[in-house]
């Protein structure tokens, strides 16, 4: 090995710079190169990463949203189920009531006039409301003054009260003479177009075909109460019925419109809705007892009805931990039951409403 002008030369390995001198201009190069790649594909794998971590994430928010609709549609179909198995239940209680007395002169199982049955299943609850179609004004041969109460008991202003009053008159009156009523040009004029019935109603949905109707004020619609909580307000199909009754509502489950067109007062009505919902009228002592100075009104009252019901059921499902969960569903059946005793007798569904709405409430 020799050395001149700060190099050391090895036979086998070369030159070499001695005294701390600069390095070889290539090789400082060839080391820059080698640092820029690694950190270069550092940031890859770091953007690489995060790409991962993301998508990762995205999916595993899917699945659990998913997860969670599928669990959620399970139990709206478990609830359904359950209250339609709570219809059916509620049915055979009303045909075996008459058959199941007890000394105290109640029923096992159902006594005419009685508006709820709650039913205890392994799997949840119903509540079973029996509202007979003669709690209800009958649309075909109601007055029109007293079309007009109910809809401005529904708050619709009174021009439009009118216009909705005239409409159901025009759509039960048979045509006279052969010419077109004005309103038969309005529902000419729509698109799609059809022609009224100029007949009977045969089904109260047609109502929402009348003009000026709307589904918020057939259905009901949702309201605030005192605490801020939404709560439907119910609508003029509680009131109106193809069944309904020409006098005598039933006391236990006409709506306080309904009750208003007998000519009870304010007060009366008051006192009768707050009665009922501490226990309802079961004979009709405790009913001619309570309308003693109430008026005329009074008298048009009874109890229970038939032979049309409405059988209305939500159903709660049992959570794990033994409280009942917070979906509800209600389901609804219009039945014709026309000899509610213990002989089998066959009873008649006219309707069947998948979703229905509920103005009980019902609490843990």
């Known amino acids: 090995m020799w050395t001149t002008k700060g190099f050391e030369y090895d036979a086998a390995r070369g030159p070499e710079r001695t005294g701390g001198g600069k390095g070889v201009p290539g090789a400082e190069a060839a080391k820059r190169g080698a640092g820029l790649r690694r950190g270069g594909a550092l940031l890859a794998v770091l953007w690489l990463s995060a790409a991962l971590s993301a998508i990762a994430f995205a999916l595993a928010s899917t699945v659990r949203g998913e997860t969670e609709r599928a669990a959620t549609s399970v139990d709206g179909l478990r609830s359904y189920y359950l209250a339609s198995g709570a219809i059916e239940r509620a049915i055979a209680y009303m045909q075996w009531g008459p058959a199941a007395m007890l000394p105290d002169g109640t029923s096992r199982y159902y006594m005419q006039g009685q508006p709820l049955i709650a039913l205890h299943f392994p799997s949840g609850e119903a509540l079973v409301e029996i509202v007979p179609e003669s709690a209800k004004l009958n649309i075909n041969t109601a007055r029109p003054e007293d079309l007009m109460v109910l809809l401005l008991a529904f708050g619709l202003e009174p021009p439009r009260a009118q216009e909705v009053t005239a409409a159901i008159v025009d759509w039960r009156t048979p045509v006279q003479g052969g010419a077109p009523s004005g309103f038969d040009l309005f529902y000419s004029s729509l698109n799609p177009s059809f022609q009224s019935r100029h007949a009977s109603f045969e089904e109260i949905e047609e109502l929402l075909l009348v003009k000026g109707m709307t589904p918020d004020i057939f259905h009901g619609s949702w309201a605030r109460d005192a605490q801020g ?89 049992r959570l794990p931990d033994g409280k009942l969960s917070d979906m509800r569903r209600t389901v609804a059946a219009m039945v014709s039951l026309p000899t509610p005793k213990f002989d089998g007798a066959p009873y008649r569904y006219l309707r069947w409403y998948d979703r229905s709405t509920t103005t009980l409430e019902w609490s843990n």
């Open 229 to 317: 909580r939404l709560r439907p307000s119910g609508g003029l199909s509680e009131c109106l019925s193809v069944y309904g009754a020409f006098t005598g509502f039933d006391v236990n489950t006409a709506h306080p419109a309904v009750l208003a067109l007998t000519g009870l007062g304010p007060d009366v009505i008051a006192g009768i809705v707050a009665r009922r919902r501490i226990a309802p009228f079961r004979k009709y002592e405790e009913l001619a007892a309570f309308a003693q100075g109430a008026g005329p009104g009074a008298r048009t009252l009874r109890l229970g009805g038939g032979p049309v019901y409405t059988i209305r059921a939500t159903a709660r499902l």
